[in-house]
């Protein structure tokens, strides 16, 4: 055992099966089986090599490198930078992890502030950047990339369990030439470039990861992005409000895809040159599209893949492929104008308790299966064809006034209808004057309210042969119809196996979708008003 000393800066030490602790090494070290160096600190432009041994709690900095081969193991590792008062050299540290080799808990730490510049006597915002190379065979994980930390995981190499995060610093530069300044606002990334495999990553503010290979279970946060290569696969996605997502040719997306409110996709390849803009469609947002472009869940019979599609003027110009069962929160759905489709969030459906009328009787949702007949608003009786079922965590829809449930009171519609407090998703569409109305556009806070804190959240929806208006709770409401919605429903193979040979229809309404216009502010304020009887008190 060794404690403490130096190694000066042409000398080699050899540790074989015994252990070194807090020594500074400014020369080369070699760890090799069963040994283990503890507490070390390595500098300026030498080598630590663990080779088959392992290191603990090493910081590695000044331009010294860290070196894990076959067998080793470092863990700990801190790689900082260095900032001299003249920022003329680099001072970056690096670790580099070969075939075997392991590397846990890796602690990027960059350095920031002013540097004066001989040339031109300026003073700048500098930083230096710390380097982890992962080979073909090497394993990171629980690395910890700060500002100016950049981590590159090679073909063949993986990485587990990530966390990026960078910053940005306003800043005065002065010039002792003039004796001016200016104010600067300078962004120190950290930085994640992925050829091999990454899995668990999460990628925060001014942080950027970049996926060549396969990552799996990222997460992207507000301030951070992802940019996602030609070839490149990402399975169990998310992007947060605020996040930005960028897919290039032959991206491959497998389910699921979570895209909150306020979380962005950059389609990278569609260039904006004469006649392109940026669109924005519903939530989440679809960026670098072409003008009027709207965005499409297809899949072909021949394929069991499920592609996003963006189109233009009905031509695809880009199509994303999302691999099983596609069932994600985002709603797909032919834009009523027959102008092109829809991304929306949220789910038309009934919420469980709800009274179907049958002729029968009034029969609650959840009991009803396909082949049940119900009752019309035209009085005739239609066999289900499909039931579907969804259901979300109360915690994801916290907000999200496209998930949460809304209620109409007893009587909100007139005529004393709904017969008893009825509560449907947001989508779901109401007949009322001819018209179908989404409940979330009949809200007015009185008599029809969102419901902010649920319990549960279950939707479950009914579908016949045609599109066709049914009587939940007394009131006149829609029937299920496939605008390319299906998949929402976390049930949604089971009509493939129903129904394998069914032809994919153009979706036909049974009356006039109705969300703006000055139809639906007269039929809002007539509701409003009918609410001020209702609840008189709660109105005044």
Known sequence: MVNGGTISPDATQVVSGGTANGMLLQGSSVFSAGSTGAGMTTQFARRDIIAGGAAVSTIVKDLAIQTVL???????????????????????????????????????????????????????????????????????????????????IEAGGSSVDTTLSGFSSSWNGWNFQ??????????????????????????????????????????????????????????HLTVSSGGTVSLGASTVLTDPLTIERGGGIVFSDISSTNGLSAVFVSTPSVQNVTSGATVQASSEAATPAVFLDVMSSGTVVKEIAVTSAFSSPIYFRNAPSGGGTELLYGTPCYCPGTLIQTPQGERPVEDLVIGDLILTASGDARPIRWIGRRAYDPLFAYGNRDVLPILFHKGSLGNNLPKRDLTVSPLHAMLIDGYLIPALHLVNDHSILQIQKPETIRYIHIELHSHDILLAEGAPSESFLDDRSRGMFHNAHE????????????????????????????????LKEHAKCLFPNKAA
């Open 495 to 526: 009509y493939e196996a129903l129904y394998p040979d069914a032809p994919r229809q153009h979706p036909r309404y049974c009356a006039p979708r109705l969300e703006d216009g000055p139809e639906l502010a007269q039929i809002h304020s007539r």
């Open 70 to 152: 076959n067998g080793g193991v470092a863990s700990g590792t801190v790689l900082s930078g260095y900032l001299p008062p003249y920022a003329l050299q680099n001072t970056s540290s690096f670790q580099v992890i070969e075939s075997g080799g392991i590397a846990i808990d890796t602690v990027f730490s960059g350095k920031t502030g002013e540097a004066q510049r001989y040339t031109g006597l300026t003073q700048s915002f500098s930083y230096i950047k710390t380097f982890q190379t992962v080979e073909s065979g090497g394993t990171v994980s629980g690395n910890r990339i700060g500002f100016g930390g950049a981590s590159t």
């Open 178 to 235: 003039t004796g001016q300044g200016v104010n600067v606002t300078s962004h120190v990334y950290a930085t994640l470039d992925v050829s091999g495999y990454a899995d668990k990553t999460s990628v925060y503010n001014e942080a950027i990861m970049t996926v060549g290979g396969t990552a799996d279970h990222t997460t992207v946060f507000s301030g951070g992005s992802l940019t996602a290569l030609n070839g490149a696969t990402l399975s």
